[in-house]
């Protein structure tokens, strides 16, 4: 790191340098315990820490006129310098959340000092005190709370302490402004394995449902992995893997609609076509009362102005990024969903899920775009308790089913055995 270079737009002073390089070194040379004292003494408290240069260091950091601001990439840095370091120890996990509760904890040492010293110890305490309330911490948390060993969740808890289950989010709601590139590398690898564990969870709990229903024998049970009961979990996987449209999976029918497609003469024509493939897979009962007039009118005015353009990836993808927008979310910006709770409360879960999945399998480039509207959707809600947004909780497991069912290596044999 050298000085003056640009850390996510903003300039490295020489003083941040050097608090960067020390916590560097003390990192690979001090046990995470001494590494969280320090950084109480150093942060925290603004007073007491045993190398009184580096003391000084964060003194003129906070005597900057732009610290009220900037102080809380510092402080998200310097967090994620030991984190790097715990993170690929899963022993230490535990120490994550040790390190970041440390913001909700008061000084204790008494400020000592002339009166320009009092102040500027007054001066940190306060900004930092204030990092509690910046989306850095709050990514930190939640960090915290995907590193830590998942308990049984209770309905009191709060909604946001299920993130861990829902490696989708992960990207969206584990970086912010600020988030080194190191760790935004942990955090895909780390979206990566939990992915990969759901997976090897769910398959085999679909081999032992497999085998309990073909044999007479007492077979060792395998824990549903999923928070939806067993009845609801196979019904899900039936729509988002079985043939639901005659001899048609989910997939297949996006297939032909894509091939369809490529023969539209205009993106007029194409948008007609997307509301029938669209409204087929919603229940005439509940679609035909106000859904699918929505829809339509939806799609009448989206870019209306290129509708005797041919079909273009460009318009294809952006449409499809809009619907998502209308059936889900659209920004914490403008958090109006009640398209989506009105779907889920007429739907159902799964199959307001399976409209979804049906937008992306044609569209594979907004699942992503998905992810992020749930995302959305998640850090709303993410103070709730899971007792009052049972709704979003059934979404949320309905969309890892989909997407791990659709997007990965999971052996659909065996679903197929399963929901046959």
């Not at 103070?383 to 979404?395: I, N, P």
């Amino acid at each position: 790191m050298n000085t003056g270079s640009i850390y996510h737009g903003r300039s490295i002073s020489q003083e941040e340098e050097r608090l960067y390089h020390h916590l560097l070194h003390l990192v690979q040379t001090e046990p995470p315990h001494r590494l969280i004292e320090r950084f109480r003494l150093l942060f925290i408290e603004g007073t007491g820490y045993p190398d009184p240069e580096l003391q000084k260091t964060v003194d003129l950091l906070i005597q900057s006129p732009s610290a009220a601001q900037n102080f809380r990439f510092v402080l998200n840095r310097c967090c994620h310098i030991l984190i790097n370091r715990w993170q690929s120890r899963p022993h230490q996990y535990e120490k994550v959340a040790e390190l970041i509760s440390l913001f909700e904890s008061k000084p204790s040492r008494p400020i000592a000092g002339d009166f320009s010293r009092s102040r500027l110890i007054n001066r940190q305490r306060q900004i930092t005190q204030a990092f509690q309330h910046t989306e850095q911490y709050l990514t930190l948390k939640r960090l915290s709370s995907v590193l830590l060993p998942e308990l049984t969740p209770a309905e009191s808890q709060p909604f946001g302490t299920l993130i861990r289950r829902y490696p989708y989010l992960y990207e969206h709601c584990l970086v912010t402004e600020g988030t080194p590139n190191v760790q935004k590398a942990s955090i895909r690898q780390l979206q990566a394995e939990r992915q990969k564990q759901f997976e090897l969870d769910l398959s085999k709990y679909v081999t032992y449902q497999v085998r309990r229903a073909s044999s007479n024998r007492v077979i060792h049970p395998v824990e549903n992995p999923t928070l939806l009961d067993d009845r609801s979990l196979s019904s899900a996987l039936h729509q988002f893997t079985g043939k639901i449209d005659g001899n048609y999976t989910c997939k297949d029918v996006a297939k032909r609609f894509s091939v369809h497609c490529q023969q539209a003469k205009s993106y007029k024509h194409f948008k007609a076509d997307l509301y029938h493939y669209l409204t087929d897979a919603v229940n005439p009962a509940y679609g035909n009362r106000h859904f699918n007039q929505q829809l339509g009118q939806f799609l009448k005015q989206t870019y209306s102005e290129s509708e005797n353009q041919p079909l273009s990836d460009f318009l294809m993808t952006r449409t499809c990024s809009q619907l998502l927008n209308f059936l889900v979310i659209d920004s914490l910006q403008q958090p109006q969903h009640f398209v989506f709770i009105d779907l889920l409360s007429n739907l159902g879960a799964t199959a307001t899920t399976r409209l979804l999945l049906q937008i992306v399998l044609l569209c594979q480039r907004v699942k992503p775009y998905l992810e992020k509207r749930f995302s959305v959707l998640f850090h709303h809600y993410e103070g709730y308790s899971r007792d009052r947004v049972q709704w979003l909780v059934a979404a949320m497991e309905n969309l890892q089913l989909a997407l791990s069912t659709n997007f990965s290596d999971l052996n659909l044999c065996l679903v197929h055995q399963l929901v046959r």
